[in-house]
C-alpha cells in the first residue's frame, strides 16, 4: 500500500463518517436510552462504512462477534478498493448521551493494515499525558503518588495544582485515595476516557495526567489521537481470568504483562476523526435548529501533524437519518 493513501479526500469522509455517527445518536441525547443511542450511532456509521470505496477491515469495534451484532472486530466493511484498518466507538459515552452530560463524541481512525494492537474488548490501564512532557519517563506501575511527584518536579507544576483525571468507578477508590494524598486535584469523569486523554495534550483544557481502568478499544482509540497531535501513554491490558487471555492470544498477544506504549497501539499513518455528540472540552455538541443542525469536528493526520477542526451545517430531514 502506498504511505500516501491517507490523502484530503479520505479525510473528509472520515469526518463525514463521524457527523452522520454524532448526528444520529444525538437526536436521543438525555432522553434516557442508552442501547438506542448507542445502536442508531452504529447503524448510521455502519451503512456510511459499507458505501465507500475501501475494504476495510474493523480492529477496534463495538466488541467480538459474539457480543456485538454490528461493527464487531473482524468484521468487513466498505464497497472494495484500498485496504484499511479501522478503530472506531460510534458513541464514546452511551451514558454521558443518555443523560444529557459532557464529553460524548463519535470516533473513528484509519490506517494500513497492522496499524492499531488487535486486541479483544477488555480492561485496560492507562496513563497519559501531555506532549509538552514527553521527554518524561516513568514506571507505569510505581505507585501514583511517585508518578505525581515526578510529573511535578518534571514540569515545574506545583503538586497541588497538578490535575489528574479518573473515571468515576469502584475500581478506583484506592486510586483517588493515594492521588487525594500527594494533594493533587482530581477531576472525575462518569466516561469518555477517549476525550479525557486527548485533554492532556490540549492547551487550558486544565487536565493534565490520565489515569486509571478503562476499555482498552478507547486506549487505541485514544492512541491514534495522540499519535497526531504528540503525547505519552502508557497502558497494560488486564486478563481477568484465563478465558479473557486466551481471547487475546487468539488475536496475537502472547504475553499478559506487556507495557503498551503509543507506538505499540498505533504505527505507521494514522488518520483520527472526532464528531462531538455533546458538548466538551474538546468539541461542541450537535446544535439542532429545526431542520438544521450543526456539527463540531477535528481531522487529524500523524504522518503530517495537521489537526483541522470542521464547523458544518447540515439541512436535515430527520427522515432520512437510519437510526
Not at 187 to 208: M, R, Y
Not at 257 to 266: E, F, G, R
Request: some cysteine; hydrophobic content about 35%; overall charge neutral.
Amino acid at each position: 500500500m502506498k504511505s500516501n493513501f491517507l490523502d484530503r479526500n479520505l479525510a473528509l469522509e472520515a469526518v463525514r463518517i463521524t457527523e452522520v455517527a454524532a448526528l444520529a445518536s444525538s437526536i436521543h441525547m438525555g432522553r434516557g436510552d442508552e442501547t438506542i443511542a448507542d445502536q442508531s450511532a452504529v447503524n448510521a456509521m455502519r451503512s456510511f462504512l459499507n458505501n465507500m470505496p475501501i475494504s476495510g477491515r474493523i480492529v477496534i469495534g463495538e466488541g467480538e462477534r459474539d457480543k456485538a451484532p454490528m461493527l464487531y472486530i473482524g468484521e468487513k466493511v466498505g464497497k472494495g478498493g484500498t485496504k484499511v484498518d479501522i478503530a472506531l466507538d460510534p458513541l464514546e459515552g452511551t451514558t454521558i448521551t443518555a443523560k444529557g452530560g459532557e464529553n460524548a463524541l463519535s470516533v473513528l481512525a484509519m490506517g494500513e493494515e497492522g496499524s492499531f494492537l488487535h486486541s479483544p474488548d477488555i480492561y485496560m490501564s492507562k496513563i497519559a499525558y501531555g506532549d509538552k512532557y514527553k521527554d518524561l519517563e516513568i514506571d507505569p506501575e510505581d505507585n501514583p503518588i511517585n508518578i505525581i511527584k515526578k510529573f511535578s518536579n518534571f514540569s515545574g507544576i506545583k503538586t497541588e495544582n497538578v490535575c489528574v483525571c479518573i473515571l468515576d468507578r469502584p475500581r478506583h477508590n484506592d486510586l483517588i485515595r493515594q492521588v487525594r494524598s500527594t494533594g493533587s486535584r482530581i477531576k472525575l469523569i462518569p466516561d469518555g476516557d477517549v476525550s479525557a486523554i486527548i485533554a492532556t495534550s490540549i492547551e487550558d483544557s486544565g487536565i493534565n495526567i490520565y489515569m486509571g481502568i478503562g476499555g482498552s478499544p478507547e486506549g487505541v482509540l485514544a492512541a491514534a489521537a495522540l499519535s497526531c497531535i504528540g503525547g505519552k501513554m502508557y497502558t497494560k491490558l488486564i486478563f481477568e481470568d484465563n478465558y479473557t487471555f486466551e481471547r487475546a492470544n487468539d488475536m496475537g498477544i502472547s504475553d499478559r504483562n506487556t507495557i503498551y506504549t503509543m507506538s505499540d497501539l498505533v504505527k505507521g499513518d494514522v488518520m483520527f476523526s472526532a464528531t462531538g455528540v455533546t458538548d466538551g472540552t474538546l468539541l461542541k455538541g450537535v446544535n439542532f435548529k429545526n431542520n438544521t443542525a450543526r456539527t463540531n469536528s477535528v481531522v487529524m493526520r500523524s504522518k503530517t501533524k495537521t489537526i483541522r477542526y470542521v464547523n458544518a451545517e447540515h439541512n436535515l430531514n430527520i427522515k432520512n437519518i437510519k437510526f
